[in-house]
């Protein structure tokens, strides 16, 4: 029987996704389900369970040797839990052994979803080629990962590089995760459209008030739009600029659907990060939008599956990871 391809979990606040990937990270088939994140958690797992359903009906299921997660943060690799801030149902849920009874036991690798997608930007996409790299989903909330001395860099519990949970604002509102002012409770979607709404923007006669719709306004030339993600790309940079100061990343790369705004966002963070970023090391930091899109949460989930696999490696590009917990 071959065992060439891999299922990967891409597990978000706002929507659960799988797919089969192959060792040259191309999708055969996918399955999607909306994430019930303020269900229970069982209501949340049945949902997963659902995706995995469908990947499983397919003959090729018999070619699967392995499966990978990306999950929403922050989780814990070591002991196979995961505790997203946007799904309070779960806490310490153990989604690796669930998993892997759905899976019927094969080996299930779980990383944050900022390192999937780290992991997938550099075996694909924009990081390509950068011995040290940080990259951005900024979506539902802001994870991030990290590629260090050419390979990529979960730490102990597959959560380096969660830059959405760094503080950049010591007076500002009160995260989610517990703490105040950080950078996601500045910088994702919800927050954008949140900040908006509260200084007077409107949505048109669609009613849609999703940071894409702030986006849409911003690009017409709405001021309070504007200004959102103008706030929105300051927090980012100045996460960004720390890190680069800390462990002297090349390039930043930022995905997730808040990148797909495009230069509403972006020509305000290089020009945020110009006055963050300002020693003569951090300078030269290049910021690039993610090329591997909304499927990156999947190719970097399936990259955790390939690599961890007994001497397992990923065709088509670099290795991009060191050591998965």
Known sequence: MHTDLVAALDIGGTKIAGALV????????????????HEGAETVMAAVGAVVAELSATPLWGRISAVGIGSAGPVDASAGTVSP?????????????????????????????????TAAEH????????????????????????VLGGRLHPGPT????????ISVDLDGDPCPCGARGCVERIASGPNIARRALEGGWRPGPDGDTSAAAVAEAAVAGDPVALASFERAAQALAA???????????????????????????????????????????VRRLTVAPALTGTDAGLVGAAAAALLGRPGGTVASGPPVVGSLP
Not at 85 to 104: A, E, I, K, M, Y
Not at 254 to 274: M, Y
């Open 22 to 37: 192959d060792g040259g990270g191309r999708i055969r088939l996918r399955a999607q389900r909306p994430t019930p994140a």
């Open 85 to 117: 801030v946007n799904v309070p149902g779960w806490r310490d849920f153990p989604l690796v052994s669930r998993v892997g009874r759905l899976c019927g036991g094969l080996p299930v690798r779980l990383v944050g979803d900022g390192v999937a997608m």
């Open 123 to 146: 075996w694909q996409g924009a990081a390509r080629g950068y011995g040290n790299a940080l990259c951005l989903v900024v979506s539902t909330g802001v994870g991030g990962g990290l």
């Open 158 to 165: 597959g959560n380096a590089g969660h830059l959405g949970h």
């Open 239 to 281: 996460g960004i600029a720390a890190t680069a100061t800390l462990v002297e990343i090349e390039i930043a790369v930022i995905g997730g659907g808040v990148a797909g705004a495009g230069e509403v966002l972006f020509t305000p963070l290089r020009r945020s990060l110009r006055e963050y970023a300002t020693l003569s090391f």
